[in-house]
């Protein structure tokens, strides 16, 4: 028997179509605009139900706190910029995933939405919440990627999925936030490289 639903739980929130899923939707977007208008700390229930015209209500029901809401809403986000690859190959769909990262990155939306969380993180402790919740997600969803190429042959068996991602994807933030060289696909096929040093690159095209 499966467990009851219970408020804040995904599956309770994201039945495909229907009206609920169109209300979700909005509501999850004026997250996303409201984060890029006036950052966490004035994010609140009732300026995202203002924004996405929908009752407060309905927020309060289906997701437990703010934290849990900017998850999901990052999440949702993320999830259509830097969609998981699944192409049959590791080093394909690690390019593949590096090069949605940065394209996100360096898009207008993907450098206020960081803006926003760092100048919000030092005064706003709950913040961590949420931030710790969507990359955990997120290493889980890119974690099949590196799971895929153990199965594959591609990496050795025991690699360390979690680190592998995070040697993946931390030269792109320490450009972006620290040394502020440049950010290029070319960069990160480098990164790519040096982690999979006994892998063949595809013919170029």
């Known amino acids: ?8 739980d995904p599956q309770r929130r994201l039945r495909p179509g229907g009206r609920s899923a169109r209300i979700n939707e909005a509501i999850l977007t004026a997250v996303v605009d409201e984060l890029l208008e006036s950052g966490y ?6 300026r995202v139900a203002a924004r996405a015209q929908a009752h407060k209500a309905t927020l309060y029901r289906r997701w437990a706190g703010k934290e849990e809401l900017v998850a999901e809403a ?15 190959s590791l080093r394909e769909d690690l390019r593949l995933l590096t090069h949605a990262v940065i394209a996100h990155m360096s898009s207008p939306q993907g450098q206020a939405l960081l803006r926003a969380f760092i100048s ?7 913040i961590g919440v949420a931030a710790r919740a969507y990359w955990a997600e997120r290493f889980t969803r890119a974690g099949a990627i590196v799971e895929r190429g153990v199965e594959r042959g591609e990496l050795p068996a025991g690699t360390d999925t979690a680190f592998f991602i995070e040697r993946l994807i931390s030269p792109l933030f320490l450009r972006l936030l620290v040394t502020a060289e440049p950010i290029d696909t ?3 096929d480098r990164i790519i490289d040096a982690l999979c040093p006994g892998d063949e690159r595809p013919p170029d095209t």
């Open 120 to 126: 919000d993180a030092g005064r706003v402790p709950e």
């Open 41 to 46: 700390a004035k994010l609140s229930f009732e």
């Open 1 to 8: 028997m499966a467990a009851p639903l219970r408020r804040g």
């Open 74 to 88: 990052l999440l949702a986000q993320s999830g259509r910029a830097i969609p998981v690859p699944d192409t049959g």
């Open 186 to 188: 070319a960069y990160a």
